[in-house]
């Protein structure tokens, strides 16, 4: 029978393979595409700069560790492109199965703490959700405004598209909100998104 | 002049270079060299899960917060290797000049906060620190135990270099040493790691 800490070992072996988990999205510098890992990384970051721009309380702690799970059942599950409405269909089962299996590594108390974090990721009833899932839709904007267009000129992803995708920063962080919007904007007048 | 969210997206923006720092370390399937945001975001996850050995009462944010940031200097200082004794002599010197480079980017209280993170992991005085740096020793390790060797085959190192190198994981988190060194053990049975 595996200890405790044997338990704990084997998820943290087995969480190695969000480094191989490939996003869309493409780094700042358009050289590669990024990684699940890296960009839960990106995301704890942004969470400690910007939570400011939150309007209600929010615990830091709880957002930051709900960024670094929130991807994690990708690792069976798979990356599913915000684009691509195919993939979303069956999207919810196979992250429910991806979590079942991964989260069970763990001694059970612990396993069921950290899957808590990502159901309340999916859940989206409190600020913190509210705001790591503004972080989540941001970064890659971000990404894509900086790299000149690289995952919407790849893809053909159009404006209203975009804008969409970007709505659900107004419920965590309005001033967020206003400034993707103008990210986008900027990214129509450059040439890197399509009106 | 740019405004606080400027400086604070700017920062952001630049700190996505992390993810173009590569490690000595192999990732556990030995496919690659790990990078630093990717190693930064598994030393939060670890922290996340190993709390629980650290003796006395710790600030689990803070450590998370810690790890999350503790490698960002070496976007411009570069990755120094555990077993390159020459270009430790200049390590500090490096660091300490990349650090106001980078924290200077942000508005100036939030940057000394994120600065001054850095430095409580540098100084090893806390038991934050002294757990997060068991954390950064135990970490390729694990990877090198379990990619059989590495790191190590790569780079000719011994089994003395390495139970050096693992020595303040004590400090910090004592039944973590005690499997860092049973880790070590079973390396050299296994012909990962030379006597």
Redesign the interface.
Known sequence: VDTR?DQ??N???E??????ILRQTY???G?RQ??D??H???L???A???HE?VPEKVD??RV??MV??HDLVEIYAGDTFAYDAKAHEDKEKREQEAAGKLFSI?PSK?GEK?RGLWEEFEAQDTPEAKFATALDRLQPL??NY?NQGGTWKTHNVRKDKVMQRIEPIAEGAP?LAE?ARHLVEESVKKGYLAE
């Open positions: 800490l704990q070992i998820f943290l072996v969480i190695d393979k969000l480094k191989q780094l700042i510098d050289s990024e990684n890992a890296e839960s990384w990106h704890a970051m942004m400690m700069v910007l721009y830091l702690c930051i560790q670094l799970v763990l612990q950290l971000m990404h900086y001033v400034y």
